[in-house]
């Protein structure tokens, strides 16, 4: 069976271009003109390939590094071996990102997975949609009446483009995913298997039968959001469901109509966000996050993996727990637990 590489480095990065790119200057002897090959860990990074390295965890990989070069914070920066090069700053890991995206612009964002230039065949693109110049579908995609797809942007194979929706330049939709009832400003990217637009889950309860609510919103997501595989986002009751510019959403999230969403929050995978709760900017939600609804989370806070909250959060608080707390809270609450648990059990053996 062959190995095939998925993805490959544009190369033409010099170790002096790497240097410039992050804003700190070569050590006295170093090369600028060796060529750049490529990135990888710190454990198989060869001679031509960068590496980076912040955690404590790794210092033993990172004295056996064999790599040109090495992304490093100052408190790791003597542990970089002879022969490879400490390029020192403060967030090698953002630096890290930022050459990952000039060595492998392809991975930035998922592309047509047929090689399609133009509409590909077996693509079903209504008479009535809006396409600019530079959009790539793959088989098996639909784009319904009104639709309108901007330039630069990728519809994926079998991808439903329902009618009306508006996608604007240089996105990404991914394959089998689904946008209704929704307005995508530019550099949206959106993985396979989402769902975008579909009803919110509305019913007035009652001892006869639970009447459905009909669901007369939309999604608005903008600019340079990021949504993950099999995301579900509904539309809204009768208010707009809003996804901020900049939030980035994991796999496997359920955010309910009528939600709103600040600029550059993050949603981990498995967060569940109940209907009308408002989300300010710069959120962070930890995996297996549930939010009852009707709730507001400030601005900045921070919510622990696997909390359920169900009251409104101050802004910049850090929560967590079920029900979430703050922090100092529910750790005092932990250590109690414990205590009385570590009790309980020598009071038993002092009963034998």
């Known amino acids: 069976m062959s190995d095939p590489i998925f993805i490959t480095p544009q190369g033409g990065l010099s170790l002096g271009d790497v240097a410039g790119a992050c804003g700190v200057s070569l ?67 953002r630096a890290y990102a ?15 997975l047929f090689a399609a230039a133009g509409i590909s065949p077996g693509a079903h693109i209504h008479p009535q949609a809006r396409l600019e110049d530079d959009v790539r579908i793959d088989p098996g995609a639909v784009v319904g009446p009104g639709a309108e ?4 942007s990728v519809i994926g194979p079998n991808a439903v483009i329902g009618p009306n929706v508006r996608i604007g330049r240089d996105c990404s939709i991914g394959a089998g995913s689904t946008l209704t009832h929704a307005l995508v400003g530019n550099r949206v990217i959106v993985h396979p298997g989402a769902r975008i637009g579909q009803d919110g889950f509305g019913f007035a309860m009652g001892p006869g039968g639970h009447l459905k609510v009909p669901q007369i919103g939309r999604v608005i997501v903008q600019d340079d959001v990021e949504i993950g595989a099999n995301t579900t986002i509904d539309r809204g009751a009768s208010r707009d469901t809003v996804i901020g510019e900049g939030t980035k959403i994991d796999n496997l999230v359920q955010i309910a109509h009528n939600v709103v969403i600040g600029r550059h929050c993050v949603i981990v995978s498995g967060v569940g966000i109940s209907g009308s709760t408002t989300l300010e900017d710069y959120v962070v939600l930890g995996g297996q996050v549930g939010v009852v609804g009707h709730l507001r989370i400030g601005m900045g806070s921070q919510i622990a993996g696997s909390s359920n909250v169900n009251r409104d959060v101050p802004p910049g608080s850090r929560w967590g727990g079920t ?21 309980s059990g020598s009071d038993s053996k002092d009963e034998k």
């Open 323 to 343: 029900p979430a707390k703050p922090v100092r809270a529910w750790f005092r609450e932990l250590t109690t637990l414990a205590r009385l648990a570590e009790r």
């Open 98 to 112: 930022g050459l990952l995206a000039r060595l492998y612009g392809e991975a930035m964002r998922p592309g047509s």
């Open 149 to 152: 797809i901007g330039s630069g």
């Open 27 to 93: 050590p006295e002897g170093a090369d600028p003109s060796r060529p750049v090959t490529g990135a990888a860990p710190l454990e198989s990074a060869g001679p031509s390939e960068i590496a980076y390295m912040d955690n404590a965890r790794y210092g033993e990989a990172l004295s056996a590094t064999r790599a040109l070069a090495c992304l490093v914070s100052p408190r790791f920066a003597a542990r970089v071996p002879e022969g490879t090069v400490a390029l020192v700053l403060r967030d090698p890991y």
